[in-house]
């Protein structure tokens, strides 16, 4: 069964940085679309930005210019860098195809203070 395991997140002040990895069990990840998703708490998840099999991406509004999403084919890992956090970035992160695919993993927290 394909496990995803989202890593990274953390307490962090406004204006911050963190660096999410994503791994997932067995070669799963080429030649599709990867993103990163984010559910805040009362909101329904939503989709934050997404990276093609060679490397174009895509980013929510809210995010473009903070957020960088990457991946590495090789080690079958997908990771998204944020810098100038702001507490409207609170939620817990997933990673999935796009569109999403396999269960969810467990996600990582990410909480911003003002």
């Known amino acids: 069964q394909v496990q995803l395991v989202e890593s990274g997140g953390g307490l962090v002040q406004a204006g911050g940085s963190l660096t999410l990895s994503c791994a997932a069990s067995?070669?799963?990840?080429?030649?599709?679309?990867l993103a990163w998703y984010r559910q805040a708490p009362g909101k329904q998840r939503e989709l934050v930005a997404r990276?093609?099999?060679?490397?174009?991406?895509n980013y929510a509004d809210s995010v473009k210019g903070r957020f960088t999403i990457s991946r590495d084919n090789i080690k079958n890992m997908v990771y998204l860098q944020m810098n100038g956090l702001k507490p409207e970035d609170t939620a817990v992160y997933y990673c999935?195809?796009?569109?999403?695919?396999?269960?969810w993993g467990q996600g990582t927290q990410v909480t911003v203070s003002s």
């Open positions: 067995g070669n799963i990840f080429s030649g599709y679309y």
């Open positions: 990276i093609t099999p060679g490397g174009n991406t």
């Open positions: 999935n195809r796009f569109p999403a695919y396999y269960s």
